[in-house]
T-cell receptor, first 107, second 116 residues
């Protein structure tokens, strides 16, 4: 299967700070999704982004498919951004998840 | 527009009992996927189903686990004779058959299974 590496594994931010999360993958994909797992364990869809750039409020994402990586940007972080951010990729339907980046935003 | 629904949200079973986990996909979605999140292993694919068909069960343990998605009603993930190692969060996801974002998957809230 496709290997997915996320970095950094842990990130501690002060409220209002910006950050970048990275996802590297080992093969070409036609599906790449970013998720936020909140402290209650729910997986929230953030982006479907197999290529290109998207923005949604304070979050944005860029995937450079030819170089096999994706970046998730969090701007002006808030305490509600805390949780684990997962990148998941597939060359068909079977999503392979990275180990996640645990983000803690302190007030 | 209801999202993916799973029930129960929490399930406690004793060793040897059966666990039944239910998933209703988003309206308009005909594809269902099950994933398992174990504490030290992360999220792993288990099975992919369409109505009345198992498309890919390559991630399912060979014994005790089964899944179905009948013509009517929710998808069911069944675990027979549960063991402590089955304790995990089980997530269901659904997707549409095509469109602009084929196979974009939306996840339910999960069922947290605890085996005592």
């Amino acid at each position: 299967g496709i290997q997915v590496e996320q970095s950094p594994p842990d990130l501690i931010l002060q409220e209002g700070a910006n950050s970048t999360l990275r996802c590297n993958f080992s093969d070409s994909v036609n599906n790449l999704q970013w998720f936020h797992q909140n402290p209650w364990g729910q997986l929230i869809n953030l982006f479907y982004i197999p290529s290109g750039t998207k923005q949604n409020g304070r979050l944005s994402a860029t995937t450079v498919a030819t170089e096999r990586y994706s970046l998730l940007y969090i701007s002006s972080s808030q305490t509600t951004d805390s949780g684990v951010y997962f990148c998941a990729v597939a060359d068909d339907y079977k999503l392979s998840f990275g180990a996640g980046t645990t983000v803690t935003v302190r007030a | 527009n209801a999202g993916v629904m799973q029930n129960p949200r929490h399930l406690v079973r004793r060793r040897g009992q059966e666990a039944r986990l239910r998933c209703s996909p988003m309206k308009g979605h005909s594809h269902v996927y099950w994933y398992r999140q174990l504490p030290e292993e992360g999220l792993k694919f288990m099975v992919y189903l369409q109505k009345e068909n198992i498309i890919d069960e390559s991630g399912m343990p060979k014994e005790r686990f089964s899944a179905e998605f009948p013509k009517e009603g929710p998808s069911i993930l069944r675990i027979q004779q549960v063991v402590r190692g089955d304790s995990a969060a089980y997530f269901c996801a659904s997707s549409s058959a095509g469109g602009v974002t084929p196979y974009e998957q939306y996840f339910g809230p999960g069922t947290r299974l605890t085996v005592t």
